[in-house]
């Protein structure tokens, strides 16, 4: 508890510096850690949520890689027709 003496003792320094001291008890706002009310309400997504979107992404990469591979196949099929039918070509020829 504080006793603050008021009268003749109170020198003209100790006026002003009482007049100028902050409450440090009283919590200020801080410019730079300052949110808006729509960030400070946002709601954060789940950790199963987080999940769910890792998930649907990895299915969204393997489908296009299995379109992916889908058409090497059928290129690759394409590639042995025109050589079995070369090697026919040959047989027929020679």
């Excluded at 100790?14 to 801080?30: A, C, E, F, G, L």
């Excluded at 199963?48 to 299915?59: A, L, Q, T, V, W």
């Amino acid at each position: 508890m504080n006793i603050l003496a008021v009268g003749l003792s109170m020198t003209p320094e100790y006026s002003q510096w009482r007049d100028q001291k902050v409450n440090d008890n009283i919590p200020m706002s801080n410019s730079e850690n300052a949110r808006s009310l729509e960030e400070h309400l946002q709601v954060l997504p789940s950790d199963i949520e987080i999940i769910k979107k890792d998930f649907e992404k990895r299915i969204l990469e393997l489908g296009k890689k299995i379109e992916q591979l889908e058409e090497e196949k059928m290129q690759l099929g394409l590639d042995v027709n025109i050589q079995n039918l070369e090697k026919w070509l040959w047989k027929r020829v020679y």
